[in-house]
């Protein structure tokens, strides 16, 4: 997970290196269309009114997707630039 996460913040410091939160919350709001059983594509519509086509390994869903790109956004949030490589665990 943590590699999709990475990547995700890597797209949107390129496509909006001002305001990366922004192209990712667009991504979250982004139509997603399909997810192709051939060649495992989640095809979305209008990111910044653009097309977006993301190749994924097969079994991945458009729910992982999402997933992803909250925890891509929660790591902006907090001021951090990428995944940690440690693990966390919270005892409630």
């Known amino acids: 997970m ?3 996460v990475s990547v995700l913040l890597r797209q949107a ?3 909006n290196a001002s305001q ?3 192209w990712l919350e667009d991504l979250q709001a982004t ?5 192709s059983a051939q060649n495992g594509q989640i095809i979305g ?12 390994l097969p079994g991945t869903s458009i729910a992982d997707l ?5 925890l891509a956004l929660q790591i902006l949030e907090a001021g951090g ?9 919270s005892f409630y």
Do not use: F, L, Y
């Not at 139509?31 to 997810?35: I, M, N």
């Not at 519509?45 to 994924?56: A, L, P, R, W």
């Not at 999402?66 to 909250?70: A, D, G, R």
């Open 66 to 70: 999402m997933i992803n790109t909250e």
């Open 20 to 22: 990366p939160e922004k």
């Open 13 to 15: 410091r390129r496509n």
């Open 45 to 56: 519509t209008s990111v910044n009114g653009k097309s977006v086509s993301i190749q994924v």
């Open 81 to 89: 630039s990428a995944p940690s490589n440690s693990t966390r665990a």
């Open 2 to 4: 943590n590699h999709i």
């Open 31 to 35: 139509k997603w269309t399909s997810v």
